[in-house]
């Protein structure tokens, strides 16, 4: 087991998702532990850590890459905590999902939108 990068994959998980990526490692942990180490190590210790772009961009290309693909609510509320975490503005998200309208279609882009408004009312 690779230490420094589970380390620094909880880490960057604390930095962009907080306890909202507490709570889906904590999910994993009764069915699939080994799961939640791989995404800590991989995703969040190797990919988040990389130097090439900061956190705040790299979670606006989540977002946005969730949004476009569809299908996957729970990851995309998670990471529009993180996108808020980091400091887009609701209005910046709002923005962006519009942006994928035209490119993934207006079903993906609705879907989006509302799983944003479900945050925003959860965070005030």
Not at 95 to 111: D, R, T, W
Request: charged share 25%; glycine share 8%.
């Amino acid at each position: 087991m690779d230490n420094e990068r589970y380390e620094r994959g909880l880490e960057m998980l604390a930095r962009v998702d907080g306890e909202q990526g507490d709570k889906v490692v904590e999910a994993l942990a009764d069915i699939a532990p080994d799961f939640g180490r791989l995404m800590l190590e991989f995703g969040f210790g190797d990919i988040y850590a990389r130097p090439g772009l900061c956190l705040k961009d790299r979670e606006l290309i989540t977002i946005s890459a969730l949004a476009a693909k569809g299908a996957c609510e729970p990851q995309l509320k998670v990471h529009i905590h993180g996108a808020l975490n980091v400091g887009w503005t609701r209005e910046e998200i709002v923005e962006a999902f519009m942006q994928v309208a035209l490119y993934a279609g207006f079903p993906a882009a609705l879907n989006a939108i509302f799983a944003a408004k479900a945050v925003f009312a959860e965070r005030q």
